[in-house]
């Protein structure tokens, strides 16, 4: 069995309950929150696989819309001891979901300022979001498989709490479509 993995309800709007071969997990948003519901999850069950999809604000240019797999993530807003950004005092600097993709950057706060992107931008990350280092650094944890997939659902600057409102229903229809051609389902 697989578990499907959301931060909130609405991501996972346009995909069927049930989903054949998916237990549904909804965490809530941020990383503790993340956190918490996906180890107890993990504690509780055993999954052969963590398949997580959700929205993600899109911070390089070059990227196209749509649903991406995410290769690695990285957090934007920890500092280690000496001061440097995006590395946490006790928790790795980077976590990978062992597959090819991009790279995402997580925060506790949503992104919708140029000065932040242009923060997150030097990390190498393509996409921001406030889970995804955590879910993958749980199912590591686990000894699980993860695969994350995440829809561009704004530009994480001015106005992106607008348009990420506005595209929720869209985001899950891309992020639907993309797991019936990776799985079948």
């Given at each position: 069995m697989k578990l499907l993995v959301a931060a909130m309800a609405s991501e996972l709007a346009a995909f069927p309950d049930p989903l054949p071969g998916f237990d549904r997990l909804v965490t809530g948003e941020g990383k503790m929150k993340a956190t918490y519901a996906l180890t107890r999850a993990l504690d509780a069950g055993e999954y052969d696989e963590?398949?997580?999809v959700g929205t993600a604000g899109?911070?390089?240019p070059q990227l196209a819309p749509g649903a991406?797999?995410?290769a690695t993530a990285v957090q934007h807003d920890v500092r280690d001891l000496d001061g440097v950004q995006g590395r946490h005092?006790?928790?790795p600097a980077v976590?990978?979901?062992?597959?090819?993709g991009v790279i995402?950057?997580?925060g506790d706060s949503f992104v919708d300022d140029a000065g932040v992107t242009a923060v997150i931008r030097p990390m190498g990350a393509a996409l921001v979001?406030?889970?995804t280092f955590a879910y993958i650094w749980v199912a590591e944890q686990f000894g699980v498989p993860i695969r994350a997939f995440r829809a561009v659902s704004d530009g994480a600057e001015d106005g992106a709490l607008d348009d990420f409102h506005a595209a929720i229903a869209r985001c899950s229809e891309q992020l639907r479509e993309r797991i019936r051609e990776e799985y079948g389902v």
């Open positions: 963590i398949v997580v899109g911070i390089d991406h797999e995410i005092v006790s928790l976590v990978s979901t062992g597959r090819e995402i950057a997580t979001d406030m889970e």
